[in-house]
T-cell receptor, first 114, second 111 residues
Framework: NAGVTQTPKFRVLKTGQSMTLLCAQD?????MYWYRQDPGMGLRLIHY???????AKGEVPDGYNVSRLKKQNFLLGLESAAPSQTSVYFCASSWGQSSSYEQYFGPGTRLTVT | RKEVEQDPGPFNVPEGATVAFNCTYSNSASQSFFWYRQDCRKEPKLLMSVYSSGNEDGRFTAQLNRASQYISLLIRDSKLSDSATYLC????????????FGQGTTLQVKP
């Protein structure tokens, strides 16, 4: 039982390049989330999904797209990377039921855009 | 005003000390409350949920004051391994499971 995994762990991009971050969970969680964490800003929600085939915008969605084609995977795409997207990206998942809103996090992806 | 506010610290305390963190939240309709712990360059992990009646887990005690909209975390007999950032987390009234994270309070326990 790996929990939540993220690929890749580190990446350096040049401005304008694109990439996809992959999040996978093996807990059969319904809800999944993508956050970014910047110094002094805390965790900010980019996009989230409340079930397979659904996605919704979070607090800071601009410049990102997501897809949830399979329940266990949640992909975050950067179509044209900008230096402002240099950050640590965390994926999380949860049951989403009233009894358990605890979110389980992946180890993070450290992205640098030059 | 931020939805969840914490004093970022750092709090520097000696081993064995008792330390308390407070957090305030702005949405009176918030339903669930948590403390997460985040070690340097690691992911956040749930430390404990916070219940209306207050709850304790070993050396850690969490309290909720709905009337004043604040949450507290008390750590007794601090250990070096308690050094981390503690995130105050609030769930709003929606059914999306979205959590609002505070900026975090950094604790450094020194020998």
């Amino acid at each position: 039982n790996a929990g939540v995994t993220q690929t890749p762990k580190f990446r350096v991009l040049k401005t304008g390049q694109s990439m996809t971050l992959l999040c996978a969970q093996d807990m059969n969680h319904e809800y999944m989330y993508w956050y970014r964490q910047d110094p002094g800003m805390g965790l900010r929600l980019i996009h989230y999904s409340v079930g397979e085939g659904t996605t919704a915008k979070g607090e800071v969605p601009d410049g990102y797209n997501v897809s949830r084609l399979k329940k266990q995977n949640f992909l975050l795409g950067l179509e044209s990377a900008a230096p402002s997207q240099t950050s640590v990206y965390f994926c999380a998942s949860s049951w989403g039921q009233s009894s358990s809103y605890e979110q389980y996090f992946g180890p993070g992806t450290r992205l640098t855009v030059t | 005003r931020k939805e969840v506010e914490q004093d970022p610290g750092p709090f520097n305390v000696p081993e064995g000390a008792t330390v308390a963190f407070n957090c305030t939240y702005s949405n009176s309709a918030s339903q669930s409350f948590f403390w997460y712990r985040q070690d340097c360059r690691k992911e956040p992990k749930l430390l404990m949920s916070v219940y209306s009646s207050g709850n304790e887990d070993g050396r850690f005690t969490a309290q909720l004051n709905r009337a004043s909209q604040y949450i507290s975390l008390l750590i007794r007999d601090s250990k070096l391994s308690d050094s981390a950032t503690y995130l105050c987390v609030v769930k709003g009234s929606s059914n999306t499971g979205k959590l609002i994270f505070g900026q975090g309070t950094t604790l450094q326990v020194k020998p």
